[in-house]
């Protein structure tokens, strides 16, 4: 069965540089979410797009952005990158349509490495 | 807004069964999942529970009581391969999930 499918699996970026995340959600899932986790710590929620819109946003700084696109993949921008930016992004689909609220399903992650 | 509590550590033995407790307080509450982390992976999904009552899915059992505003993971038969974080999150009723700190679960012979 298909995943969620992030790239890079891993990055490398010096201060202030920036950088790019890519997801690819499960094929139909129509909610994806961003998530950080630094080392020994739980996700924190960074932001959520439904149907191509933002539904949520949580604590991500203004140094970020995100967007989903067309074809339901979503991008994190990060500019002027900070060592505190070092950490795990995952992103996070699901499909929402309907009573149930499914479960989310994450992607690999990304480990960004901020020298 | 959410706040979420678990234990830090917790260690059990091989063939044991062992609780995880959260205490959630969620607002616009909708559902409490659990979630298995080993590290430097992802999270990986174990159960659901948004109506109060035991989810029994193999060695894994989930409880929720809403009024009480807390949950338990509940693991029977321990293996080795059990060793991890064990991540509970409360969804709100925008279709947000907030994580706990996790539970680091270390399951010796």
């Known amino acids: 069965a298909a995943g969620v499918i992030q790239s890079p699996r891993h990055l490398i970026k010096e201060k202030r540089e920036t950088a790019t995340l890519k997801c690819y959600p499960i094929p139909r899932h129509d909610t994806v979410y961003w998530y950080q986790q630094g080392p020994g710590q739980d996700p924190q929620f960074l932001i959520s797009f439904y149907e191509k819109m933002q539904s949520d946003k949580g604590s991500i700084p203004d140094r970020f952005s995100a967007q989903q696109f067309s074809d339901y993949h979503s991008e994190l921008n990060m500019s002027s990158l900070e060592l505190g930016d070092s950490a795990l992004y995952f992103c996070a689909s699901s499909l929402t349509a309907g009573e149930h609220n499914e479960k989310l399903f994450f992607g690999s992650g990304t480990q960004l490495s901020v020298l | 807004g959410q706040n979420i509590d678990q234990p830090t550590e917790m260690t059990a033995t091989e063939g044991a069964i062992v609780q995880i407790n959260c205490t959630y307080q969620?607002?616009?509450?909708?559902?409490l999942f659990w979630y298995q982390q080993h590290a430097g992976e992802a999270p990986t999904f174990l159960s659901y529970?948004?109506?109060?009552g035991l989810e029994e899915k193999g060695r894994f059992s989930s409880f929720l009581s809403r009024s009480k505003g807390y949950s338990y993971l509940l693991l029977k038969e321990l293996q080795m391969k059990d060793s991890a974080s064990y991540l509970c999150?409360?969804?709100?009723?925008?279709?947000?999930?907030?994580f706990g700190g996790g539970t680091r679960l270390m399951v010796k012979p």
């Open positions: 999150a409360s969804k709100n009723a925008g279709n947000m999930l907030t």
């Open positions: 529970n948004v109506l109060d």
């Open positions: 969620t607002s616009g509450f909708n559902g």
